[in-house]
């Protein structure tokens, strides 16, 4: 399997040396027999909401930003007393965006009110940390307390109160990138509030006679799919230091490719595969690994787009090693390897099209595509399929 990690770090040498595709949308429907909602900008944890088709109010969100209503038809968000929006049915990934509260395309994120709302919501977090999710601070919600209706207008006014009780005030930038971000990772995942995205290996047929060249294909998975998590956290914390949250990196990692990593291994468990042991952050058994990944970091710390096409070379690199695990697992009639790796390819098509946006929406007009052939190796690949699951006109 060596020959995998060599070309593509000769690739990441030619780019290292030479540095300094969208997504659509569909219409969402109704989950007519759903009860429980997620209201996400992050979680948004302790916001108001009113069943009002119920007649049940002043109820607040979990933890992780969830609702209940038994009847979806008419629900409306508060911040203290201060309406924000409603929504006249559940989405059908059941997640609740800003855009789904003001009735707009959940791709528009550069919307007045949409922005003005994210910057509102973000700056209302508790302990100011938007990576473990947004807890609305009760005691600035109190301020707001007549039945007003939310005025992007009149956001200075509201970002006024949270200044007040020290809260980090969040740009119009950084509330957009967030926001997208945090649409992207959803998209990324295939994430939906209503159904599981993590497969159980334990319910999946054990193969009999499984071939030591597939067990070979698995323990290499495991050490790519730990070498995909640490790189991306590891960038994510060296950019953000430096002033730029690449928020694609941290949530891809933490919320799919931790996915990845448990059905990988939990492969490895079945088969008794030895190398599967978890090693540090950035450290691996295999030396070409290894090697892979120094070479990955040094190229994503040059800057935070260098740091987004290094994400779209591992993703390329793991589809076109995963067309050829899941050929070989089908040629050995292993139908649980099969469907792990097809999961992960399919994981791998999203994470692709999550660094493109984010390369575009950083001003690289072709996204991955701008890394173009090296060495052999294409990383242009508009034919990727696009998860769109949750998208709303």
């Given at each position: 399997?060596?020959?995998?990690?060599?070309?593509?770090?000769?690739?990441?040498?030619?780019?290292?040396?030479?540095?300094?595709?969208?997504?659509?949308?569909?219409?969402?429907?109704?989950?007519?027999?759903?009860?429980?909602?997620?209201?996400?900008?992050?979680?948004?944890?302790?916001?108001?909401?009113?069943?009002?088709?119920?007649?049940?109010?002043?109820?607040?969100?979990?933890?992780?930003?969830?609702?209940?209503?038994?009847?979806?038809?008419?629900?409306?968000?508060?911040?203290?007393?201060?309406?924000?929006?409603?929504?006249?049915?559940?989405?059908?990934?059941?997640?609740?965006?800003?855009?789904?509260?003001?009735?707009?395309?959940?791709?528009?994120?550069?919307?007045?009110?949409?922005?003005?709302?994210?910057?509102?919501l973000q700056s209302c977090d508790v302990d100011n940390d938007l990576t473990n999710g947004i807890q609305i601070d009760p005691d600035v919600a109190?301020?707001?307390?007549?039945?007003?209706?939310?005025?992007?207008?009149?956001?200075?006014?509201?970002?006024?109160?949270?200044?007040?009780?020290?809260?980090?005030?969040?740009?119009?930038?950084?509330?957009?990138?967030?926001?997208?971000?945090?649409?992207?990772?959803?998209?990324?995942?295939?994430?939906?509030?209503?159904?599981?995205?993590?497969?159980?290996?334990?319910?999946?047929?054990?193969?009999?006679?499984?071939?030591?060249?597939?067990?070979?294909?698995?323990?290499?998975?495991?050490?790519?799919?730990?070498?995909?998590?640490?790189?991306?956290?590891?960038?994510?914390?060296?950019?953000?230091?430096?002033?730029?949250?690449?928020?694609?990196?941290?949530?891809?990692?933490?919320?799919?490719?931790?996915?990845?990593?448990?059905?990988?291994?939990?492969?490895?468990?079945?088969?008794?595969?030895?190398?599967?042991?978890?090693?540090?952050?950035?450290?691996?058994?295999?030396?070409?690994?290894?090697?892979?990944?120094?070479?990955?970091?040094?190229?994503?710390?040059?800057?935070?787009?260098?740091?987004?096409?290094?994400?779209?070379?591992?993703?390329?690199?793991?589809?076109?090693?995963?067309?050829?695990?899941?050929?070989?697992?089908?040629?050995?009639?292993?139908?649980?390897?099969?469907?792990?790796?097809?999961?992960?390819?399919?994981?791998?098509?999203?994470?692709?099209?999550?660094?493109?946006?984010?390369?575009?929406?950083?001003?690289?007009?072709?996204?991955?595509?701008?890394?173009?052939?090296?060495?052999?190796?294409?990383?242009?690949?508009?034919?990727?399929?696009?998860?769109t699951h949750g998208a709303r006109r």
């Amino acid at each position: 399997m060596i020959y995998k990690t060599l070309l593509l770090g000769s690739a990441i040498t030619a780019s290292l040396l030479l540095s300094g595709c969208g997504s659509s949308s569909t219409t969402a429907t109704d989950l007519t027999s759903a009860t429980t909602g997620y209201v996400v900008d992050a979680a948004v944890a302790n916001l108001r909401y009113d069943c009002v088709a119920d007649n049940d109010m002043d109820n607040l969100t979990g933890t992780d930003g969830a609702f209940n209503c038994q009847n979806m038809s008419q629900v409306r968000f508060r911040l203290g007393n201060l309406v924000l929006g409603e929504i006249s049915s559940l989405p059908v990934d059941g997640f609740v965006f800003p855009q789904d509260m003001v009735g707009v395309d959940r791709t528009d994120i550069y919307d007045a009110k949409v922005t003005a709302m994210a910057q509102l919501l973000q700056s209302c977090d508790v302990d100011n940390d938007l990576t473990n999710g947004i807890q609305i601070d009760p005691d600035v919600a109190a301020n707001f307390d007549t039945n007003d209706t939310f005025n992007a207008d009149n956001n200075d006014t509201y970002l006024a109160v949270a200044a007040r009780y020290n809260h980090r005030i969040r740009t119009q930038t950084e509330a957009q990138a967030h926001l997208d971000a945090t649409l992207q990772t959803l998209l990324a995942t295939g994430t939906t509030a209503t159904s599981a995205n993590m497969i159980d290996v334990a319910t999946l047929p054990v193969t009999t006679n499984l071939s030591d060249e597939v067990k070979e294909t698995i323990d290499y998975m495991v050490n790519e799919e730990k070498l995909a998590y640490d790189l991306y956290n590891n960038l994510y914390t060296y950019h953000t230091a430096s002033g730029t949250e690449l928020f694609q990196l941290q949530n891809v990692a933490e919320r799919s490719e931790t996915v990845h990593d448990k059905l990988v291994e939990d492969l490895a468990l079945r088969y008794e595969i030895e190398d599967a042991a978890v090693l540090p952050s950035g450290e691996f058994t295999l030396p070409e690994l290894q090697s892979l990944y120094d070479a990955l970091y040094a190229m994503g710390i040059v800057s935070p787009e260098e740091a987004l096409k290094a994400g779209c070379m591992v993703e390329v690199t793991d589809i076109n090693d995963l067309n050829a695990d899941i050929a070989l697992a089908i040629e050995n009639n292993a139908t649980d390897v099969t469907t792990v790796f097809t999961a992960l390819r399919d994981g791998s098509y999203n994470h692709y099209w999550a660094f493109d946006r984010g390369l575009k929406n950083m001003g690289v007009l072709d996204g991955c595509c701008a890394i173009g052939t090296v060495d052999g190796v294409n990383y242009c690949h508009p034919e990727y399929p696009q998860n769109t699951h949750g998208a709303r006109r």
